[in-house]
């Protein structure tokens, strides 16, 4: 029988993933340009490539309050809460992100960092780096957005029992990660929160 294809690294952009965001360098805990990009020592990022916004500045649609059905929670982080949804425009499951509120209103610098972490991943276009589908704002003005939802397990659980023959296999697997983080260190873009936790493996051909 053919041999099933080798599980793929991927990395999403939700809680699950990282509580602050994948890609959210700090360099000032007010500055939301800086908390999502960072230059080599202390040279002033390069944003040109990225549509970024700034505190107080949300340029944002509004969300169809029918389009989708929430589901299962995923995950929950620091800012933000992760659940399963399913996109009635399109007839298929995504990965919803969103604000958190139940601890208070969030700040400006938080809602502008989550805007800039959704347009940062979206314009990362790599196997490697989990697709942006939509970014708005909620009925309550605070921004979401939705993404591929992954199927498979974390690289902790694959390595989880593994002798030292099974973690080696995995090896290819560690090389699809750093050819994915020298990607996003071409972009000038640097994960905060890279650990097996945090790395999903999909099989190649997977529904998405």
Do not use: W
């Not at 805990?29 to 700034?54: I, K, M």
């Not at 290819?172 to 999903?200: G, S, W």
């Amino acid at each position: 029988m053919p041999k099933p294809p080798e599980p793929k690294p991927t990395f999403a952009t939700d809680e699950t993933v990282s509580p602050d965001g994948p890609l959210a360098p700090r360099r000032h805990d007010t500055d939301p340009l800086g908390d999502t990009l960072a230059g080599e020592g202390h040279a002033t990022p390069d944003t040109s490539q990225f549509a970024l916004v700034s505190e107080g500045e949300l340029p944002l649609s509004l969300e169809d309050p029918d389009r989708y059905l929430e589901q299962d929670e995923l995950g929950v982080g620091g800012i933000g809460r992760v659940i399963e949804a399913f996109d009635r425009h399109l007839a298929r499951e995504v990965a919803l992100k969103m604000l958190r509120n139940d601890h208070g209103a969030p700040s400006p610098v938080s809602m502008a960092r989550f805007i800039n972490e959704a347009r940062i991943t979206g314009a990362l276009e790599h196997p490697g780096v989990v697709p942006v589908y939509e970014l708005g704002a909620r009925a309550d003005g605070l921004p979401y957005y939705t993404m591929r939802k992954i199927r498979g397990q974390t690289l902790a659980d694959a390595m989880a029992g593994q002798d030292l023959m099974g973690r080696l296999r995995l090896l290819p697997r560690f090389i699809d990660i750093c050819q994915t983080m020298a990607y996003a260190h071409a972009h000038q873009v640097i994960h905060r929160d890279l650990k097996p936790e945090n790395i999903m493996l999909i099989r190649d051909g997977a529904h998405p």
